[in-house]
């Protein structure tokens, strides 16, 4: 098996899991690039927030078109540490985002390639590009441990 180079913005993405683990979150981190540039970058964040829509990916998909001053965000690519779930893949579409890129799958929570795969389905008004598993074995190890520490 190739094994290539982790993309620079999947390691942002793993940097910002990291943060959230330890800040007591769920281990999720999202970036947003547009080009060759990271525009945003967040964690997991619903107990800090208060905000159960404090998601990884909906605090970065909000950072990068605030950052842009529009709502559409169609020459953006989104990296996640785990597969988004129905209101995060909702979001993506919504946002017309470009290229969804995520690590590890998520059998209970995820909405791309598990459970309702929204993307899939003709109501869905706009369908990213698709990347997943990169990062995925990294990604993995950062949520077993956060939850084996926990139980």
Not at 15 to 43: C, D, F, K, W, Y
Not at 83 to 109: F, N, Q, T, V, W
Request: aromatic fraction near 6%; charge should be neutral.
């Amino acid at each position: 098996m190739i094994r290539w180079p982790m993309p620079p913005p999947m390691t942002a993405a793993l940097a910002q899991a990291r943060l959230a683990a330890a800040a007591g979150e769920v281990p999720v981190g999202a970036v947003v690039t547009r080009g060759n540039s990271i525009i945003a970058a967040a964690h997991n964040s619903p107990r800090a927030a208060c905000d159960p829509t404090a998601h990884a990916e909906m605090l970065a998909i909000r950072q990068a078109a605030e950052t842009l001053g529009q709502s559409r965000l169609g020459d953006c690519d989104l990296y996640v540490t785990l597969e988004p779930c129905s209101m995060c893949a909702g979001a993506i579409s919504h946002a017309r985002i470009a290229r969804l890129y995520y690590a590890a799958d998520d059998p209970k929570g995820g909405a791309v390639e598990n459970g309702p795969r929204l993307f899939g389905r003709a109501e869905c008004l706009h369908r990213p590009e698709i990347y997943p598993g990169i990062g995925a074995t990294e990604a993995a190890a950062i949520l077993r441990m956060f939850f084996s520490e926990r139980r």
